[in-house]
């Protein structure tokens, strides 16, 4: 048997940590079922800026307001804007594999869900076991509204996609007035 990733949210941010809570993981429940993570079902939390990691169990809060709580002794590796990794494994067996299509959600800096992926594993002639991401249609440019944006985690994020700080100050120039409105 092998221990594999059957979902995962990437990017989420921490809203809030409560150390005097009974411990868990607050999480919206209509993100955690597009992801398909379970109420109760034991996670592994990567804090993306400090690089603690835990693991804890999924407790559901108020659907629609896509909080990411971190709850008792989990609230001391986390603070709130952090973001954070979550994930959902598994046991399979080897030939599982092919029959596996974990769901990855990325995230805006406010939580809502900005990519949906899955992962593939197939045989192909160069590999018996070759990996893929697959990435579900997003919407177009016409379709996304610009609503009240943080020019700074908009810059932190493209600088996390690995553009550079003069493209950046290129690309907010050319269209600051946009997200000034």
């Given at each position: 048997?092998?221990k594999?990733?059957?979902?995962?949210?990437?990017?989420?941010?921490?809203?809030?940590?409560?150390?005097?809570?009974?411990?868990?993981i607050?999480?919206?429940?209509?993100?955690?079922?597009q992801?398909g993570?379970?109420p109760?079902?034991?996670?592994?939390?990567?804090?993306?800026?400090?690089?603690?990691?835990?693991?804890?169990y999924?407790?559901?809060?108020?659907?629609?307001?896509?909080?990411?709580i971190?709850?008792?002794?989990?609230?001391r590796?986390?603070?709130?804007g952090?973001?954070?990794?979550?994930c959902?494994?598994?046991?399979?067996?080897?030939?599982?594999l092919?029959d596996?299509?974990?769901?990855?959600?990325?995230?805006?800096p406010d939580?809502?869900?900005?990519?949906?992926?899955?992962?593939?594993?197939?045989?192909?002639?160069?590999?018996?076991f070759?990996f893929r991401?697959v990435?579900?249609?997003?919407?177009?440019?016409?379709?996304?509204?610009?609503?009240?944006?943080?020019?700074?985690?908009?810059?932190?994020?493209?600088?996390?996609?690995?553009l550079?700080d003069?493209?950046?100050?290129?690309v907010?120039?050319?269209?600051?007035?946009?997200?000034?409105?």
């Amino acid at each position: 048997m092998k221990k594999v990733v059957r979902a995962k949210l990437h990017g989420i941010t921490i809203t809030g940590a409560d150390l005097n809570y009974h411990g868990s993981i607050t999480l919206d429940p209509e993100v955690c079922e597009q992801a398909g993570i379970f109420p109760m079902e034991f996670v592994e939390i990567w804090n993306k800026q400090s690089g603690a990691r835990i693991s804890t169990y999924v407790i559901y809060g108020e659907p629609g307001s896509r909080c990411c709580i971190l709850n008792g002794a989990a609230a001391r590796t986390c603070q709130k804007g952090d973001q954070v990794i979550i994930c959902a494994s598994e046991y399979v067996q080897t030939a599982e594999l092919y029959d596996l299509r974990p769901t990855v959600l990325t995230f805006t800096p406010d939580n809502q869900i900005d990519e949906v992926m899955h992962y593939e594993v197939r045989k192909t002639p160069e590999r018996e076991f070759d990996f893929r991401i697959v990435r579900d249609d997003r919407p177009t440019s016409d379709q996304r509204t610009l609503v009240d944006v943080d020019v700074a985690a908009l810059t932190a994020d493209l600088k996390a996609r690995g553009l550079s700080d003069h493209a950046i100050a290129d690309v907010l120039s050319c269209h600051l007035s946009q997200f000034e409105r």
